[in-house]
């Protein structure tokens, strides 16, 4: 199966991209507020860069919860000098022994990326003017 799902931050490329290049302990957290899950492991492959798009390649596997596990990319692209467009894209295989019917699933997880990508945007959007310039040392976009 496949989910796929957007969201736009009011935010600059340059301000928020770094977050993507640190610790993948932060999309945890949002991960696991968003679907409810008891534990979230949230495996982050190397980001890459692809024209003016930053890469974050991604698998999620929510214990306690419905949810099956997802692999896909998290995209994220400037719009203009101030809005990103960020974009998620996974397949996932539905486990026929759940009781849960597939279409149920399936509307559950497009829930879980929404709110996701909902929390992912307002962690965005609430990065302060004092960290646009704040790089990690050897953390170049």
């Known amino acids: 199966m496949f989910v796929r799902d957007f969201v736009h931050v009011e935010r600059p490329f340059e301000a928020i991209a770094p977050r993507f290049l640190e610790d993948p302990g932060w999309l945890e957290t949002l991960l696991s507020s968003a679907s ?7 495996k982050r492959g190397t980001v890459r860069r692809r024209a003016d798009t ?9 214990d306690g919860s419905s949810l099956p596990a997802l692999d896909g990319d998290l995209a994220i692209v400037p719009i203009d000098p101030v809005r990103c467009h960020i974009s998620f894209e996974a397949t996932y295989a539905l486990d026929v022994e759940r009781v849960q019917p597939p279409h149920v699933t399936e509307h559950t997880v497009e829930a879980a990326v929404r709110a996701f990508l909902s929390r992912l945007a307002e962690a965005l959007e609430a990065i302060g003017a004092d960290d646009e310039h704040q790089r990690p040392p050897g953390k170049e976009i």
């Open 36 to 42: 409810g899950a008891t534990a979230v492991r949230c």
């Open 54 to 62: 930053l890469v974050v390649p991604m698998h999620w596997a929510l």
